[in-house]
């Protein structure tokens, strides 16, 4: 497939007709065409869910004392983002707000941004007791907020996440991945999008992070599906294929049906740069996508 290469100006005019910036770097709202695309995504991986998953749709909050318990705060304090609250009776509130530093006076509330869709996953499966022995599979989705120190076009400071998350026996969760690597690089291709799949590290924060990116890529627990958005040198993770081992399932007690301690994985769907993918790669105007892909989308 021949993709021309992308001037500057290209994906200035892609952006302007697909959203709109707020005063906050990062921060978009999502005109209607942006919007028919993502709902296209939305319903074709869904048709891609396998049998007897679980679907749970999640708010863009999740439990404060969830993420810490997760080990978010020691992996990504950078990234963030907490809700904070004003407290008090009406007199305290009013007297707040009527300072010119009245942000001084919110307060953290037991809520924070969820910064992936997964999270809140593990505890609520946890809860349900050992699982079993066929393994769990949850279909997930969630408005994510990472605090992202750069915002070029496709790192947003909030975004959609659809996630696949696998709980089970080690194999189960290793099967899993590989058989949604494979199906993602087919279901790129059936979107005609040129893809290239590479192992990745999360952006562990500091220097013990380094070593934990480090450690992360030699055992390949994590590959990302890249996609041309900015440039085709440098393409874009759309997609992720991560494997955690027993870190979520330590922490919560997650064990299988025997007992052992389960493994986790999670195949991770980012639909805004997947949307601003199919716009950088067939234009602007849907009716001129090529039909197949239009079949796909539905649009
Ligand atoms: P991960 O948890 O692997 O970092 O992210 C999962 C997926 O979410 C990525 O493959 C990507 O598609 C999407 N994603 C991650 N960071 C950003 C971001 O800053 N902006 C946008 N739009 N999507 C992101
Ligand atoms: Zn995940």
New binding site residues.
């Given amino acids: 497939m021949l993709i021309a290469p992308l001037v500057e100006d290209d994906l200035d005019s892609i952006t302007q007709a697909l959203l709109v910036p707020s005063p906050v770097g990062g921060v978009y709202a999502r005109t209607g065409l942006f919007e028919r695309a993502i709902e296209g995504l939305s319903s074709f991986i869904s048709r891609h869910r396998e049998p007897e998953t679980q679907v749970l749709r999640f708010p863009p909050v999740m439990s404060r004392v969830e993420l810490e318990r997760s080990g978010y705060l020691h992996s990504f304090p950078h990234l963030l983002g907490g809700v904070s609250c004003l407290k008090g009776d009406e007199a305290a509130i009013r007297a707040a707000v009527k300072q010119p530093d009245w942000v001084d006076e919110l307060a953290p509330t037991e809520l924070v941004l969820s910064p992936?869709a997964c999270y809140p996953v593990y505890p609520m499966a946890a809860a349900a007791g050992p699982i079993p022995a066929k393994g769990l599979i949850f279909d997930v989705a969630s408005d994510?907020f990472?605090h992202?120190s750069t915002h070029e076009v496709?790192?947003?400071q909030t975004?959609q996440?659809r996630e696949f998350v696998c709980l089970g026996t080690p194999e189960q969760v290793i099967d899993f991945r590989t058989r949604w690597i494979f199906l993602a690089q087919r279901m790129a291709k059936l979107l005609g999008l040129k893809h290239e799949l590479a192992p990745a590290s999360?952006p562990f924060f500091g220097r013990a992070g380094r070593l934990a990116a480090m450690s992360q890529l030699e055992q390949s627990l994590?590959f990302?599906l890249l996609i041309p958005i900015r440039s085709e040198e440098e393409p874009t993770?759309?997609?992720?294929f991560?494997c955690h081992r027993d870190h979520f399932s330590t922490v919560w007690h997650l064990v299988t049906a025997n007992g052992d301690q389960a493994h986790t994985g999670c195949v991770?769907?980012?639909l805004?740069?997947?949307a601003l993918a199919m716009f950088r790669t067939h234009g602007l105007d849907l009716t001129k996508w090529p039909a197949i892909v239009r079949e796909n989308l539905s649009i």
Wanted: hydrophobic fraction near 40%.
């Fill in positions: 992936a994510c990472r992202e496709g790192r947003f975004f996440m999360d994590k990302e993770a759309c997609m992720s991560n991770a769907f980012g805004d740069r997947l």
